[in-house]
Nanobody, 118 residues
Framework: QVQLVESGGGSVQPGGSLRLSCAAS????????MGWFRQAPGKQRELAAT???????NYADSVKGRFTISRDNAKNTVYLQMNSLKPEDTAVYYC????????????WGQGTLVTVSS
């Protein structure tokens, strides 16, 4: 079983930056994709960005060019560098991992709140 520990959320003004981290422990062989989803108040959870163990990335259109996802496979840690933050980026950000087959071995973090407000 994989456990996820997130850190780095907080409050920032529009145009500011934050960096989220998520460290995975447990059965590292069940981790292929790592990433971040987010859920704004009153909205469904949506993809922010994911990265495979080989470094292939996938971003939501709304964050392309502003967010950068990276991964340290040796540490089983994924990072999300968020720049040029907008009020609409306000959400709870959830770390996510899954195995090589989509829909399998999925694990979610507890979530960390990001608030972008002046």
């Amino acid at each position: 079983q994989v456990q996820l520990v997130e850190s780095g959320g907080g409050s920032v003004q529009p145009g500011g930056s934050l960096r989220l981290s998520c460290a995975a422990s447990g059965n590292k062989f069940s981790i292929y994709v790592m990433g971040w989803f987010r859920q704004a108040p009153g909205k469904q959870r949506e993809l922010a960005a994911t990265i495979t163990s080989g470094g292939r990335t996938n971003y939501a259109d709304s964050v392309k060019g502003r967010f950068t996802i990276s991964r340290d496979n040796a540490k089983n840690t994924v990072y999300l560098q968020m720049n040029s933050l907008k009020p609409e980026d306000t959400a709870v950000y959830y770390c996510y991992t899954r195995g090589p087959v989509a829909g399998t071995l999925e694990v979610w973090g507890q979530g960390t709140l990001v608030t972008v407000s002046s």
